[in-house]
């Protein structure tokens, strides 16, 4: 099966297509405090935490948040595609943290002591395992007795009208990521491997003014990214129709969360 969730070397070989995802976000929406600083602003780091960031990708979230993160963080970036690793550090080395450490890992086996960590962050990427508990499992195993887990992940109705668009591939109306793990999974695997975890979602949405930007996220990826001429062109006129319903917008809920978990002594 090839799709958003699976297929991880094509589709992360490096962070071009991830960018056509994350260029919608950035361009359209709507919200009092951005993603990356709204999730930033909830993580109780202390000064010298080590933290490790599994799923890293490029290292965007550091990198726009390093100005608000406590003195002297050890940061070590962990990530499946050595691409991803190589942009991170790249990325964040020259920036104001403690250390940054690159390791390519698969997160399942992570390859640390066990309580190495003060604090573990998988961000938009626990959707990608055949099994979420065991990389949960995994993730508590290296946090130390107090340290804290921070996941995030989409919710069943996160930009359900643009995925609406995405049956003229035959997939289903919702978002695929949030199907394999979304909340509900998000909740109850951590809840039951912590015992606690505390939820919250960003409050934002988007407001799509160009239509081509719709057509390159969902063709940035399978099955829109493999299509043939036919089904692109019934796409493209879903899209203008979707678009010219919202006289020239369009207008997309988004739901996405993030969980927080402590490691109780
Ligand atoms: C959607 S991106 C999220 C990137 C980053 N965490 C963020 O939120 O901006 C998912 C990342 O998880 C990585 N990934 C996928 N499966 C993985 C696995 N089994 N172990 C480690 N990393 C994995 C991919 O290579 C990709 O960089």
């Given at each position: 099966?090839?799709?958003?969730?699976?297929?991880?070397?094509?589709?992360?070989?490096?962070?071009?297509?991830?960018?056509?995802?994350?260029?919608?976000?950035?361009?359209?929406?709507?919200?009092?405090?951005?993603?990356?600083?709204?999730?930033?602003?909830?993580?109780?780091?202390?000064?010298?935490?080590?933290?490790?960031?599994?799923?890293?990708?490029?290292?965007?979230?550091?990198?726009?948040?390093?100005?608000?993160?406590?003195?002297?963080?050890?940061?070590?970036?962990?990530?499946?595609?050595?691409?991803?690793v190589r942009e991170a550090v790249d990325r964040c080395q020259s920036l104001p943290f403690g250390s940054v450490r690159g390791h390519e890992a698969e997160a399942t086996a992570l390859p640390f002591e066990d309580g190495s960590f003060d604090a573990v962050i998988a961000m938009h990427m626990l959707y990608h395992l055949a099994d979420p508990a065991k990389g949960i499992a995994e993730m508590f195993r290296v946090l130390r007795s107090d340290g804290f887990l921070a996941v995030t992940t989409n919710g069943g109705g996160n930009m359900r009208r643009m995925y609406e668009l995405t049956t003229v591939f035959g997939s289903p109306p919702c978002d695929p990521a949030a199907a394999v793990f979304g909340y509900d999974a998000a909740d109850r695997l951590m809840r039951s491997q912590f015992g606690n975890v505390a939820m919250s979602q960003h409050p934002a949405s988007l407001r799509i003014t160009e239509p081509e930007d719709v057509f390159l996220a969902l063709t940035s990826y399978p099955p829109g990214e493999d299509a043939d001429e036919a089904q692109l062109a019934r796409f493209r006129k879903a899209i203008a129709d979707a678009f010219q319903q919202g006289n020239g917008v369009l207008e997309v809920e988004k739901e996405s969360g993030l969980f927080i978990s402590r490691k109780m002594a």
């Open positions: 099966m090839s799709s958003l969730t699976s297929g991880n070397a094509k589709q992360y070989g490096d962070s071009q297509k991830l960018a056509a995802r994350a260029r919608l976000n950035r361009e359209y929406t709507i919200a009092e405090i951005g993603w990356f600083p709204w999730v930033a602003g909830q993580l109780p780091l202390k000064a010298g935490s080590r933290v490790l960031d599994v799923g890293c990708g490029p290292g965007w979230f550091w990198a726009s948040v390093a100005n608000r993160m406590p003195e002297k963080v050890d940061l070590a970036l962990c990530d499946l595609s050595p691409g991803m």
